[in-house]
C-alpha cells in the first residue's frame, strides 16, 4: 500500500482535514467539482476566516488538488468522504452527494488494489453498511470516521482531539485509521467499533451536548425567576465531575450547523428503531422556550427605546456561520417588538444579514474580527 491519502471533498472540514494529513507527512491528493477552489488551492491563493488554514496551506508542500476523481483512484489507496450531508424538512441527513460519489467509484470499476473508503460526513445510522453493500465487489472496504470537530477550531481539533471514533470496515482498515490518527496525535483516545455503532455515536454525542446546554438554561431560567444566581449555581453543578463545566453555563440556547441537525437525526433514528427519544424531543421545545424567555425578561427590564447593540450575531463568536443562531433570532424578535438593534460584525456576516433582514436592523461600524 503507497503512503498517499485521497481526501474527496475540500470544503471546511475536508479542506481543513487533508492539510491536517499533510502536516505530519502524508501525501494529499485533494478533490472537489469546484474548479474555483482547486486553482485557489494550487497557487495557495485560497481564503478563509477558519484559523490556521491559510498558513498551513502556504507552508503545504505535500498537497496536490484535483476537480478528476479518477485522479485520486489512480494515486491514493486510502480515500477520505468529507462531502456535504444537509437535513432534510424531517430531520434526516441528506445521503445525495455521497451517493453520487459512491455512483462515480462505481462506474469507475473494480480496482486492482484494496481501496480503504472511509465517510466522515454525518450521516443516518446504518448509511455506511449500504455503501458497502454497493463496493463491496469492487475490491472496497467501506468505515465511517466521524469529524468531532467544532467551527472556528477545526485544525486544533483534528491534532488535539478528545478522542477517535473508527467505525471500522474491518480489521486492516481500523489499523489503518488508527496508525493515521495515532501519528496526527499519539495521545489520541481512540475506541473501534462496527461502522453501525460508530453512526450512532456521532449523532448521540451532539444530543447530549443540547440536552446538557438546554438543562443548564432551564436551571438558569429558574434561578432568576426566583432571584437567586445562576452562573454561581451552575459553576458549582459544574465542579461536580459527573457533569463537568463544558456546555454548562447560562446563556443562549444551542445553535450552529451542528447540534440541531444531529438533535433531529438521533430522533428520527431511535424512532426508526422502535424507541420513543421524550428526552431529545423536550430539548428541542426547551430550547425554543428558553428564546422565548429571553425576549420577555429583555422586554420586561428594558425600555422601548433602548439602543440595543449586538457585537455578534452567529451562532457563536469568531465564525460567519448564521445557521440556527439564538443570538440572530433573539435581535430578530426584540426588533420586531420595536427596539433598535444595531449590529456590528465582520463584513461578510454584515452582508448576510442585510441581504436577509434588510432595514430590519441598523448596521454600526463593521469589525474586522469578534471581540
Not at 42 to 70: C, D, I, M
Request: aromatic share 8%; hydrophobic share 40%; with cysteine.
Amino acid at each position: 500500500m503507497n503512503d498517499k491519502i485521497g481526501v474527496i471533498g475540500l470544503g471546511r472540514l475536508g479542506f481543513c482535514w487533508a492539510l491536517t494529513l499533510e502536516k505530519v507527512g502524508y501525501n494529499v491528493i485533494g478533490c472537489d467539482i469546484d474548479g474555483t477552489k482547486i486553482d485557489a488551492i494550487k497557487s495557495k491563493t485560497f481564503k478563509t476566516r477558519e484559523p490556521y488554514v491559510e498558513q498551513g496551506l502556504l507552508k503545504s508542500s505535500n498537497l496536490s488538488a484535483t476537480t478528476e476523481l479518477h485522479n485520486v483512484l489512480a494515486e491514493a489507496d486510502i480515500l477520505f468522504a468529507v462531502v456535504r450531508t444537509d437535513s432534510k424538512d424531517d430531520g434526516k441527513f441528506d445521503h445525495s452527494q455521497l451517493d453520487a460519489l459512491v455512483a462515480n467509484l462505481i462506474s469507475i470499476g473494480r480496482q486492482n488494489r484494496t481501496k480503504h473508503f472511509v465517510i466522515c460526513s454525518n450521516v443516518m445510522p446504518g448509511y455506511s453498511d449500504t455503501v458497502y453493500d454497493r463496493l463491496k465487489d469492487l475490491n472496497y472496504t467501506v468505515s465511517y470516521n466521524p469529524e468531532l470537530v467544532a467551527q472556528g477550531r477545526i485544525m486544533q481539533d483534528y491534532e488535539s482531539p478528545d478522542m477517535v471514533i473508527i467505525g471500522e470496515g474491518n480489521s486492516d482498515a481500523g489499523d489503518i485509521l488508527e496508525r493515521i490518527h495515532n501519528r496526527i496525535c499519539s495521545k489520541a483516545i481512540i475506541h473501534r467499533m462496527s461502522r453501525k455503532s460508530a453512526e450512532i455515536f456521532k449523532v448521540s454525542l451532539n444530543c447530549f451536548l443540547t440536552t446538557k446546554i438546554t438543562f443548564a438554561n432551564i436551571v438558569g431560567d429558574a434561578a432568576l425567576n426566583a432571584g437567586a444566581e445562576p452562573d454561581k449555581i451552575l459553576a458549582a453543578l459544574g465542579d461536580d465531575s459527573r457533569i463537568g463545566k463544558k456546555y454548562f453555563s447560562h446563556g443562549f440556547g444551542y445553535g450552529g450547523p451542528c447540534l440541531p441537525r444531529d438533535n433531529d437525526a438521533f430522533i428520527q433514528f431511535a424512532e426508526s428503531a422502535g424507541i420513543n427519544p421524550m428526552i431529545s424531543k423536550a430539548v428541542v421545545e426547551s430550547n425554543k422556550l428558553h428564546l422565548d424567555y429571553q425576549v420577555e425578561q429583555f422586554c420586561k427590564t428594558h425600555d422601548i427605546d433602548t439602543e440595543v447593540v449586538m457585537p455578534y450575531v452567529t451562532y457563536k463568536p469568531g465564525v460567519t456561520i448564521l445557521t440556527e443562531s439564538q443570538q440572530l433570532f433573539f435581535a430578530v424578535a426584540l426588533a420586531k417588538r420595536g427596539y433598535k438593534i444595531i449590529i456590528k460584525d465582520h463584513p461578510e456576516v454584515i452582508s448576510q444579514v442585510s441581504e436577509k433582514y434588510g432595514n430590519l436592523f441598523y448596521y454600526g461600524e463593521i469589525v474586522a474580527e469578534h471581540p
